[in-house]
């Protein structure tokens, strides 16, 4: 047994979401996620049931920490495909896509049976089997912080790492877990689609006011926030206003936490489905942990995201706001579940 076999491992998520803006109630199960390891734990593919999403800021999160999302403080940040076909292939049940990783060579592939890529990506499926053929491929370059994704019949995109002023340089130590939450330039054929670049280190506060129901203060601040400025290829850099990565970064009632909390960004091409009803492709992910006296909270790995709601963005917290509260609507929500890395490989023994 290797030394990452940590109190907990990620091993499934689930994603409910209708594209459409949504109750939090109305939302229906449309994908569910598994990882699948090495015996170090190291990742070595994702299957899906139904359509995943892709974000390559992850991807390269993912590359940068060589495939052991152990090492991460939050382990895979949330993705999500709005494609109503995903919950159209979700009920038939089987596998649908996998996403393989070559970390040896820095490369990785998505085979799929869907069309859920088809608008947002360009993704045409091979077949109606997976059948080990990529229809995307990424390549990592570890030396220049990059990150190619590349499509048949459609101009490469670009992802380079900006780590300048980010939570990876400020946060980050020698030693895992580490954040490695960085800016980034994204551009498809040369052409620059969207960039964030942190632009100082943030300010830092103590949580303000106490609600009745939180008078501990054991739910989530903004305690320390990470301004960034936004550019794309058109004329939105004010876009996300004073934008900002928000975070908890604190020790209160004997936990020491670095929670990311919430997070804009720009994905016009989700925003263009018709099923999708947002204005300017400006979305936000909103992040949601263990409470610091939940029950499930363990006090050794408390960065563990329990659920995740994609949302329109609409403003930044003003530092020390709190607790926030999950969203009344959302277009949709991801579930994690964990599971030890020895109980993960004991299980794979007995299937």
Same mark, same amino acid.
């Given at each position: 047994m290797s030394g990452h076999d940590h109190p907990e491992q990620a091993v499934t998520f689930k994603r409910n979401g209708r594209s459409r803006w949504a109750? #939090?109630? +109305? *939302?229906?199960?449309?994908?569910?996620?598994?990882?699948?390891?090495?015996?170090?734990?190291? *990742?070595?593919?994702?299957?899906?049931?139904?359509?995943?999403?892709i974000s390559l800021p992850e991807m390269a999160r993912l590359f940068q920490a060589d495939g052991y999302m152990t090492n991460l403080k939050t382990q895979w940040l949330p993705s999500s495909s709005l494609s109503p076909q995903s919950a159209v292939w979700y009920d038939e049940e089987g596998v649908h896509e996998r /996403? %393989?990783?070559?970390?040896e060579n820095g490369t990785?592939?998505?085979?799929? @049976?869907?069309t859920c890529h088809e608008q947002t990506l360009g @993704?045409? $499926?091979?077949?109606?089997? /997976?059948?080990?053929?990529?229809? #995307?491929?990424w390549v990592w370059d570890d030396?220049?912080?990059t990150l190619v994704e590349s499509v048949p019949n459609r101009a490469d995109r670009e992802l380079k790492v900006e780590s300048a002023n980010s939570p990876a340089e400020v946060l980050d130590g020698e030693q895992p877990p580490l954040d490695l939450v960085s800016g980034y330039q994204l551009t498809e054929g040369g052409g620059l689609e969207a960039g964030v670049q942190f632009t100082g280190g943030g300010a830092s506060c103590a949580p303000q006011g106490i609600a009745p129901n939180d008078t501990e203060r054991n739910g989530q601040y903004a305690t320390r926030l990470f301004p960034f400025s936004f550019t794309s290829d058109v004329a939105a850099s004010d876009?996300?206003?004073?934008?900002?990565? %928000?975070?908890? #970064?604190d020790d209160r009632n004997g936990v020491s936490v670095t929670r990311l909390l919430r997070f804009p960004f720009l994905d016009r091409?989700?925003? +263009?489905?018709?099923?999708v009803d947002s204005a300017n492709g400006a979305f936000q992910w909103q992040l949601f942990y263990d409470a610091l006296n939940g029950d499930g909270l363990d006090p050794q790995r408390p960065n563990l995201l329990k659920t995740a709601y994609l949302v329109d963005f609409l403003a930044t917290s003003e530092c020390?706001?709190? $607790?926030?509260?999950? $969203?009344?609507?959302?277009?949709?929500? @991801? %579930?994690? %579940?964990?599971?030890?890395l020895s109980d993960y490989l004991l299980d794979k023994l007995s299937e």
């Open positions: 109750g #939090i109630c +109305n *939302l229906g199960a449309s994908a569910e996620l598994s990882f699948e390891y090495s015996e170090g734990g190291r *990742l070595l593919a994702v299957s899906s049931r139904g359509c995943m999403g /996403l %393989e990783f070559a970390w990785a592939s998505l085979d799929t @049976v869907t @993704v045409t $499926p091979g077949g109606t089997e /997976l059948d080990g053929i990529s229809d #995307i491929s030396q220049a912080g876009l996300f206003g004073a934008g900002a990565y %928000e975070y908890d #970064i091409a989700t925003a +263009n489905l018709p099923e020390g706001d709190g $607790p926030l509260d999950r $969203p009344g609507r959302a277009y949709a929500t @991801v %579930e994690y %579940e964990y599971q030890t």
